[in-house]
């Protein structure tokens, strides 16, 4: 049994290759996802955007390609490929391409949601 998916396994690739620019779109691919955690690849084309929310995990962006502005809180982030940044639980988010734009993004739940369920 696997628990993440859409992946090659025993095989050493690119993270960034799984998920191919399209103009005008954010694509995604999510690998794993349960109660406690998520797991999703994104390509975001020049100027795409994800507006403000929030997430009742802790949300960590691992930038594969590219650069995007991140907003955390009303507070805003320039990250570029090789840069991660954390986005606490509850706290209001919202993420900006600068640039055409690849990352993975965990989301990790706590327990406490995971029980209301």
Same mark, same amino acid.
């Given at each position: 049994?696997?628990?993440?998916?859409?992946?090659?396994?025993?095989?050493?690739?690119? =993270?960034?290759? $799984?998920?191919?620019?399209?103009?005008? %779109?954010? !694509?995604?691919?999510? !690998?794993? %996802?349960? $109660? +406690?955690?998520?797991? &999703?690849? #994104?390509?975001?084309?020049?100027?795409?955007?994800?507006? &403000?929310?929030?997430?009742?995990?802790?949300?960590?962006?691992? !930038?594969?390609? /590219?650069?995007?502005?991140? &907003?955390?809180?009303? *507070?805003?982030?320039?990250?570029? +490929? /090789? %840069?991660?940044?954390?986005?606490?639980?509850? *706290?209001?988010? +919202? =993420?900006?391409? =600068?640039?055409? #734009?690849?990352?993975? =993004? &965990?989301? !990790? #739940?706590?327990? $406490?949601?995971? +029980? *209301? *369920?």
């Amino acid at each position: 049994m696997s628990y993440i998916r859409h992946l090659p396994i025993e095989k050493a690739f690119e =993270l960034g290759d $799984e998920v191919a620019y399209l103009p005008g %779109q954010v !694509v995604s691919k999510t !690998v794993a %996802q349960n $109660e +406690a955690l998520s797991i &999703t690849i #994104f390509a975001f084309d020049k100027e795409e955007e994800i507006s &403000t929310h929030a997430s009742h995990g802790d949300a960590l962006v691992m !930038v594969l390609d /590219g650069k995007a502005r991140i &907003t955390i809180d009303g *507070k805003a982030y320039v990250v570029e +490929a /090789g %840069q991660s940044i954390l986005m606490p639980a509850g *706290k209001p988010h +919202a =993420l900006f391409a =600068l640039e055409s #734009f690849k990352m993975m =993004l &965990t989301v !990790v #739940f706590p327990e $406490e949601k995971r +029980a *209301k *369920k």
